[in-house]
């Protein structure tokens, strides 16, 4: 008998050495797999169809308000936020909202200017998107000034500027239509789009782009009023002071 045959392995004791090997690398793949990784969680839950963004030059003190008018007729803007599916999410003031004072006395500024309509369910026809160009005036803390020594000089922007509108649609996610103008003075309003949908929520197009007003001046290019019944105040319960129209608003 060789001497050596001790020190050599059988068939049988490689098979049980692989198989020992197989069973540890079976329990680890099912350990790995029941460990559940963390869920990803949402930027953010927005149940709605379509979502309209407005937004202009985020350092500007200039004052822009967003209106889209839905295929009933029913417009909302900063003076009916929410009327139907449609709801404005923020009345943004230019620079006036931006601050916010903390509880240690010290302020934090956002410097974003934008405003968002939210239409959360599906009105089969055409919507119309406009912005107009509210105020040119500067804010300091709470004291409200002027550009310059009149009234007239106030209407005027210190800059051009960009004014922006995205069409964004939810489920699934797409961003339809994108477009920019150039704002120059106040009292200014455009039509950026016009869009429809059919019952499903699908788009139905092309698209259109013909002006239609929501804002009318009343004594003057720097006084105006929305055009719409319901939106509307007339001249007996609104003088379209720029003071009043700012009582009205909550600043």
């Not at 169809?49 to 009933?72: G, K, N, R, S, T």
């Not at 909202?97 to 500024?109: L, P, Q």
């Not at 107009?132 to 007239?152: A, L, M, P, Q």
Request: hydrophobic content about 40%; charged content about 30%.
């Amino acid at each position: 008998m060789d001497s050596n045959v001790r020190f050599k392995s059988s068939i049988g004791f490689i098979d049980l050495l692989f198989n020992i090997l197989l069973g540890f690398a079976f329990l680890f793949i099912v350990a790995f797999l029941l460990i559940k990784p963390e869920a990803k969680k949402k930027d953010f839950d927005r149940r709605a169809e379509f979502v309209i963004i407005l937004e202009w030059d985020h350092d500007a003190a200039d004052d822009l308000d967003l209106y889209v008018q839905d295929p009933m007729g029913d417009i909302v803007s900063f003076r009916l936020p929410r009327w139907g599916f449609m709801h404005l999410d923020k009345d943004d003031l230019g620079k006036a909202n931006d601050t916010v004072v903390n509880a240690d006395g010290s302020r934090s500024t956002v410097m974003i200017n934008r405003e968002v309509v939210t239409i959360r369910g599906i009105v089969p026809g055409e919507f119309i998107i406009n912005a107009h160009y509210y105020s040119t005036r500067d804010y300091s803390g709470s004291v409200r000034t002027e550009f310059g020594d009149t009234k007239i000089a106030a209407d005027k922007p210190k800059k051009e500027l960009t004014v922006k509108v995205e069409l964004h649609k939810v489920t699934p996610y797409t961003i339809l239509w994108t477009g920019d103008k150039k704002f120059t003075q106040k009292g200014q309003e455009e039509t950026f789009l016009r869009f429809s949908v059919d019952k499903k929520g699908d788009l139905v197009l092309p698209f259109r782009f013909e002006e239609k007003k929501f804002v009318h001046p009343i004594y003057g290019l720097q006084n105006v009023v929305p055009i719409n019944s319901i939106n509307a105040h007339s001249e007996e319960n609104d003088n379209n002071d720029d003071e009043v129209r700012d009582a009205w608003r909550g600043f």
